[in-house]
Nanobody
Framework: QVHLVESGGGLVQPGGSLRLSCAASGRTFAHYTMAWFRQAPGKEREFVAAAGSNGGVYYEASFMGRFTISRDNAKNSVYLQMNSLKPEDTAVYYC???????????????WGQGTQVTVSS
């Protein structure tokens, strides 16, 4: 069992940056692929980025260059650095843990409660 808690969301102006954090419980954190998804109002949940247990990272193409995922296995944490934020990045951002490095949400077994990111002037 893995319990995930996100933090770091908030209100930011367009062009600004935020760093989301996700703290995980459980001694097997390093064995999981960790990923970030987001869901905007009225839209389906979409994949943002994943960090595999082997250190590899995988991004949805539209986020490459602006968002960076990283993980610290010693701290049981995964992060999402978001730069050059746009109003369309407004969404609830979810941390997830699973066994495969994929953008398909059905392969992720554990989910956090989400953190709201609002990009607005």
């Amino acid at each position: 069992q893995v319990h995930l808690v996100e933090s770091g969301g908030g209100l930011v102006q367009p062009g600004g940056s935020l760093r989301l954090s996700c703290a995980a419980s459980g001694r097997t954190f390093a064995h999981y692929t960790m990923a970030w998804f987001r869901q905007a109002p009225g839209k389906e949940r979409e994949f943002v980025a994943a960090a595999g247990s082997n250190g590899g990272v995988y991004y949805e193409a539209s986020f490459m260059g602006r968002f960076t995922i990283s993980r610290d296995n010693a701290k049981n944490s995964v992060y999402l650095q978001m730069n050059s934020l746009k109003p369309e990045d407004t969404a609830v951002y979810y941390c997830s843990a699973g066994g495969s490095t994929t953008g398909d949400s059905k392969y992720y077994d554990y989910w956090g409660q989400g953190t709201q990111v609002t990009v607005s002037s």
